[in-house]
């Protein structure tokens, strides 16, 4: 979600980019250390109101590390990897324990595990074109909220009579609008993920073009040669984000 994210350096020095021993980080791991608690209250002694308000501390520490990096100067490039990666293990605990329990369709996590299975097999290819993972978009934000809202509904939508009933209808509600969203984001990341390489391809041919065969220099000329080793790779398509993370292969990296 909002998350403990930020910008590093590009030139390999050591910043605030680098930095691991923060607030945000101790936050984002403590929320990692409540998945497999959330988990056992949920399968193992089935304390609900426990395991909520387990879910309760991850929203609360999700939004109050954000803010903590943003008002402190904290962001970092292990915060950017530990954030989104909590909201998808308490996503995946959370369908674990409803699906086990009979509340929620396995189809439904199926659905969403997918998603994420073709968002990971994607980060080899952007790799290999020099850019990290994608930068969390606002879709992708407000898909993860709308499911992290429906699974405490439907745990409480287990136990019957009226506020079962409200809890039930709200919380399919969330997780069906969630889930579309979750699928629409993924789309985004895809075409943007795409742009990326066409823009990568064309930039290597240009850096190629100024080569010996491009009569930018002749065999052997250094200038040649540093001008393609240098050529810059694309820059990322402004989406009100600070644009996907690069790779330069020459060991410069971005915030992941």
């Not at 109101?49 to 402190?72: E, N, Q, T």
């Not at 409803?98 to 659905?111: E, S, T």
């Not at 429906?150 to 745990?155: E, I």
Request: with cysteine; net charge positive; hydrophobic share 50%.
């Amino acid at each position: 979600m909002a998350g403990n994210t930020g910008g590093g350096v590009a030139n390999g020095t050591n910043g605030p980019g680098d930095r691991v021993w923060t607030i945000p980080n101790l936050l984002s791991v403590l929320r990692l250390l409540g998945v497999p608690l959330f988990l056992w209250l949920v399968l193992g002694p089935k304390a609900d109101w426990w395991a909520l308000l387990v879910l309760a501390f991850a929203g609360l520490s999700d939004w109050l590390d954000g803010k903590i990096a943003r008002a402190w100067n904290q962001t970092s490039r292990l915060g950017a990897v530990l954030d989104p990666m909590a909201d998808r293990l308490y996503i995946f605990a959370a369908l674990l324990g409803l699906a086990v329990r009979g509340d929620v369709p396995w189809w439904l996590m199926a659905v969403l595990v997918l998603r994420d299975l073709l968002m990971v097999g994607a980060l080899p290819l952007l790799r290999h074109y020099g850019y990290g993972p994608l930068p969390v978009n606002f879709a992708g934000k407000a898909a993860t909220l709308c499911l992290l809202y429906s699974f405490p509904l439907l745990f409480i939508a287990g136990y019957g009579g009226v506020l079962g009933d409200i809890a039930r209808i709200v919380g399919w509600a969330f997780a069906i609008w969630g889930t579309a969203i979750y699928w629409w984001a993924g789309l985004l990341y895809a075409v943007q993920g795409l742009r990326l390489i066409r823009q990568a391809r064309r930039a290597d041919r240009a850096a190629e073009g100024t080569g010996p065969a491009g009569g930018a220099g002749a065999p052997g000329d250094p200038g040649a040669a540093g001008a393609e080793r240098t050529a810059p790779r694309p820059a990322a398509p402004s989406s009100g984000d600070s644009g996907p993370p690069r790779d330069d292969k020459k060991g410069a990296t971005s915030p992941p």
